[in-house]
């Protein structure tokens, strides 16, 4: 029974357009959301997050909206650059039940220049 | 800053072997937590810890085991290895708990 849900194991897109990773949760109880980034042979980075009390949160390139009705969040790359190929995982969290972060499957993204 | 340190790198067991993942980090954080990446799974969490002598089961616990005595170390313990625990294991730690987690590189499991 898979908590976090990313549907799209893959995604390309062309240097400078726009790239969107969605991923879908299953429990109204989450309340802080990640994304995080991941190289071959490296751990996962930290990306950006966005708490329950917004819906949306900006940081350079990547922003990350939050819809909490539809328990869904996706993570959008403007302009996406061949720098940013690689895994993205989205994770989600409970503030009330610390140390537990819950991944999604992740998606392998392609930028080509 | 190190932040978080995993050892070894690359392991191969034979199957019924017992060894032990290392984890350290220098950060000062009470949270720790191991998990495990294979592919189309993401990341699993087996085991987390949120403070020294305190530790509770992820999704994935069973055939391992931890225990956390300082706060800088969170070691993961195979008891008898399987095939099926072939894997990448990665340890993190977090100021936290439900925030931003360091994780350290990596550490690649083979049993065979």
């Known amino acids: 029974d898979q908590q976090v849900k990313q549907n799209s194991p893959s995604l390309s897109v062309q240097e400078g357009r726009i790239s969107i990773l969605n991923c879908d949760y299953t429990?109204?109880?989450?309340?802080?959301f990640l994304w995080y980034k991941k190289y071959p042979a490296e751990g996962p980075t930290f990306l950006i997050s966005?708490?329950?009390?917004?819906d949306k949160n900006e940081d350079g390139r990547f922003t990350v909206f939050l819809n909490k009705s539809a328990k869904h969040l996706s993570l959008h790359i403007v302009p996406s650059q061949p720098g940013d190929s690689a895994v993205y995982f989205c994770?989600?969290?409970?503030?009330?039940?610390?140390?537990?972060?819950?991944f999604g499957q992740g998606t392998t993204l392609q930028v080509k220049p | 800053n190190a932040g978080v340190t995993q050892t070894p790198k690359f392991q191969v067991l034979k199957t019924g072997q017992s060894m032990t993942l290392q984890c350290a980090q220098d950060?000062?954080?009470?949270?720790m937590s191991w998990y495990r990446q294979d592919p189309g799974m993401g990341l699993r969490l087996i085991h987390y810890?949120?403070?020294?002598?305190?530790?509770d089961q992820g999704e994935v616990p069973n055939g391992y085991n931890v225990s956390r005595s300082t706060t800088e170390d969170f070691p993961l313990r195979l008891l008898s290895a399987a095939p099926s625990q072939t894997s990448v294991y990665f340890c993190?730690?977090?100021?936290?708990?439900?925030?931003?987690?360091?994780f350290g590189q990596g550490t690649r499991l083979t049993v065979v």
């Open positions: 994770a989600v969290s409970r503030s009330s039940n610390t140390g537990k972060l819950i």
């Open positions: 950060m000062n954080h009470e949270y």
């Open positions: 429990n109204s109880m989450f309340d802080y």
């Open positions: 993190a730690s977090s100021y936290e708990g439900y925030t931003e987690a360091f």
């Open positions: 810890s949120v403070g020294a002598g305190i530790t």
């Open positions: 966005i708490s329950s009390i917004k």
